[in-house]
């Protein structure tokens, strides 16, 4: 799960991460009194999680209450880069001599934390690694031993930031450690660090993400999350335990188990179609998970068939069987679906289907076959014309220019219990 | 011969008592496996059906020998039940629970690589030797005993290119369910080493999907390490960045970990990449084909 600013702030003062005065603000009124509060000048910051807030003007300095006025007006609603910005939070200026960079990342292919130094911030860590690498200091850390005040020293002397500030910046990244670790974060990022005028080292952006699996255990993070700012179909599968990623296709897609759903995905784009969602029913779905399952996928409007792909394991075809049978029931389906069984019970779920006489569903005896007959009955995506003549695979891989990089969304709650 | 699971496993289920962990446990004592004891602390003295329970992993290794434990247990119990059941001795801990936080399992996985127990999982499937003994949730009835060794991070898809081999007549080693999460006890290096060692296996067969590095080292240690054949598949070709895709792993972060970059790495040192399950399968049959 991503934080805000103003919430991984509030986890870095916890910690003893010297952040700048501020107030999180929801209105104007809230942000002039936050001014009020402050003392002039403050600087007043978008909340939305995406990098380049400045270079769209979503952070600007203030001198008085007129001025915060006129931004924080100009600011709150404000579009970036597709986010709306419904928070603020009005911050006291600081005055900056130096602008470092600092994060600590979870490695996975370490498997250890890393955690890294730069006497070069303010610009994102691909143009620091761009203009000079050897700016960029980073080690591991062996969780079992934790970071130790010779890591920062290494990191510092070796990122060649001013001498003056070597202890300070080394003590900022002990505590940034700790934020890191009990906190469970995935990702802790602190660009710029700030040296001010008096030489003192605060944290001026946090960029926290933190482990959707370990919310149980922080219960205030766990308060973070804005369902607001969450996609219409993502939440209502999230409050039923469904495991659903919105995609901007119009083929709705469930399947059992995430590598088969990923797969399934793979062999729609190839066959020509665009994926609407990726659905995740579980290990060992019953009948009421896929009714709501059927629910979630024909809540997008942009849905014109929709695929069941199941591998029976654990799960039993005869249940999925029955559960589309009684979503057809409940709901007023028109999209055609297209459905695979195979596996465990597939003859006995495939008896049930065809025993019911669904209007519009299509059984197909395997996976490619059942991918080309549902790209059929959908028909053309609306903006998919140039997709379906680029080549299949790895055509849909390209970068999503929307998204933001290192930014993993927290991952499902931990409902599924195999 | 398979690999890490067999005849001669002893096996203790950690949660045995549980709605989950008998029906798993049960269902793999009755596919073969010597299923000797379970753990569910209070409940020392108790049985599921026959099989004995008790209140730690060390008194159930005292008593019964066993050395392979399957941990199913909740995930906030899971990391102290891995790291009971390496310190009671067990060779081989599989853990199929879903949902560990990371940084709990960056300390075990840590705390295991100083010891000799190793780890499958967790967010896995499990390990199955066809003919032999399962130990995990993969339905067994898919497979026969065969020459093809799977390696997977993912169980349904793993079910789907079995089967698929399975209709060209091949049968397994060993399947061996990695895991979907990001930090995991066992990678493909560590299962392909095994594959490549033992006699059993005639063919490697790995299944990759987006997220971390892991596909791409394979891809250099298979250049350096391995004679066997190896055929590999990759999901989540279709997979936007910064989402995750199901399991907590499977995730594209910026540029790194696509689909694309795993499959290209894996071509370039020689290693044959199927572009959907059934190609993999037919791969495979090539593969095995030429050889004879």
Redesign the interface.
């Known amino acids: 799960m991503d934080l805000l600013e103003y919430q991984g702030k509030q986890l870095f003062s916890k910690h003893g991460v010297p952040v700048p005065d501020g107030r999180h603000a929801s209105s104007v009124e809230q942000a002039l009194a936050a001014g009020e509060e402050l003392g002039y000048p403050v600087v007043v910051k978008a909340q939305v999680q995406i990098g380049g807030r400045g270079k769209a003007g979503g952070i600007k300095l203030a001198g008085d209450a007129s001025e915060l006025r006129q931004h924080a007006e100009a600011i709150l609603g404000m579009d970036i880069r597709g986010l709306t910005v419904n928070e603020l939070y009005v911050e006291r200026a600081s005055d900056i001599a130096e602008e470092y960079y600092a994060a600590i990342v ?1 490695d ?2 370490a ?3 890393m955690v890294m130094l730069s006497r070069m911030g303010g610009m994102d860590v691909e143009e620091i690694a761009d203009k000079d690498p050897s700016a960029m200091a980073r080690l591991h850390v ?3 031993v934790g970071f130790r005040p010779f890591h920062g020293r290494r990191l510092a002397f070796e990122s060649g930031i001013a001498a003056d500030v070597v202890r300070p910046v080394g003590a900022l990244l002990e505590r940034l450690y700790e934020v890191f ?1 009990a906190e ?1 974060a ?1 990702l802790v990022e602190v660009n710029p660090l700030l040296v001010t005028g008096e030489r003192e080292v605060v944290a001026l952006d946090a960029k926290v993400t933190i ?4 919310l ?2 922080h219960p205030d993070s766990a308060q973070f999350r804005d369902p607001g700012a969450e996609d219409p179909q993502e939440q209502m599968a999230r409050e039923r335990g469904l ?1 659903y ?1 919105k ?1 901007d296709g119009n083929v709705g897609i469930l ?9 399934t ?6 066959a020509g179609g665009k ?1 609407a969602n ?1 659905l ?1 029913a579980g ?1 060992g779905s019953k009948a009421e998970a896929i009714v709501d399952a059927v629910e979630v996928i024909l809540s997008d409007p942009k849905v014109t068939a929709v695929l069941f792909n199941i ?5 039993r075809c005869d249940e999925v069987a029955n559960g589309l049978v009684t979503a057809f029931s409940r709901l007023d389906v028109s999209a055609p679906f297209v459905v695979r069984l ?3 019970n597939d003859e006995e779920g495939r008896r049930i289907l065809a025993e019911a006489e669904l209007p519009n569903v299509d059984v197909e005896r ?3 076959e059942a991918a080309a007959r549902v790209v059929e009955l959908a028909g053309p995506a609306p903006d998919a014309r140039i997709e379906a003549e680029s080549p ?6 390209s ?2 220019p929307q ?16 | 011969m398979s690999i890490l699971v067999g005849p001669d496993t002893k096996l203790v289920v950690s949660g045995l008592t549980g709605r989950e962990g008998s029906f798993h446990g049960l269902n793999n004592r009755r596919y073969g496996t010597d299923l000797v004891a379970g753990v569910t602390p209070g409940k020392g003295g108790q049985d599921v059906d026959g099989v004995p329970v008790f209140d730690t992993v060390h008194d159930a290794v005292a008593e019964t020998g066993a050395d392979t434990s399957m941990v199913f247990v909740p995930p906030r119990f899971a990391a102290d039940s891995i790291l009971e059941a390496a310190e009671a001795g067990v060779e081989l801990v599989v853990c199929i629970t879903e949902g560990i936080p990371a940084h709990d399992m960056l300390r075990v996985y840590t705390h295991l690589k100083r010891g000799s127990t190793r780890l499958i999982g967790p967010n896995c499937p499990g390990v199955l030797s066809p003919g032999k003994a399962n130990v995990g949730i993969i339905p067994a009835h898919f497979f026969s005993a065969g020459g093809v060794g799977l390696v997977s991070r993912s169980g349904t898809l793993t079910y789907q290119i079995g089967n698929e081999l399975a209709q060209h007549g091949f049968g397994n080693s060993t399947i061996v369910g990695i895991g979907g999460d990001p930090v995991v006890g066992s990678s493909f290096i560590d299962i392909i080493s095994l594959f490549e060692r033992d006699d059993q296996t005639e063919l490697i067969v790995m299944c990759g999907e987006i997220g971390g590095d892991e596909e791409e080292r394979t891809a250099d240690y298979i250049a350096e390490h391995v004679t066997k054949p190896v055929i590999a598949y990759i999901a989540g070709f279709t997979a936007p960045p910064g989402k995750t895709m199901g399991h907590a792993g499977a995730i594209v972060s910026g540029s790194s970990g696509t689909a694309q970059a795993k499959a290209e790495a894996l071509e370039a040192k020689g290693v044959r990449v199927g572009r959907d399950p059934t190609q993999v399968a037919q791969l495979a049959a090539e593969s095995l084909g030429a050889k004879v």
């Open positions: 979870f996975r292919g498997k250890q934390p062996d969780p079992l670790v469970d995935m482990d959707g699996n370990a149980y255990r495991t990623v995609l399947g059992n188990g995430a590598g088969l759903v990923m797969s995905l793979d062999v729609v784009a190839q994926p990726f995740d290990g591998f029976g394991g654990i799960t195979d596996g465990t395997t996976m490619l299949p695979v790895g055509a849909a891989a970068a999503d998204a933001a990089p290192d930014s993993p969304v927290s991952s499902r709650p931990p409902v599924e219990q195999p």
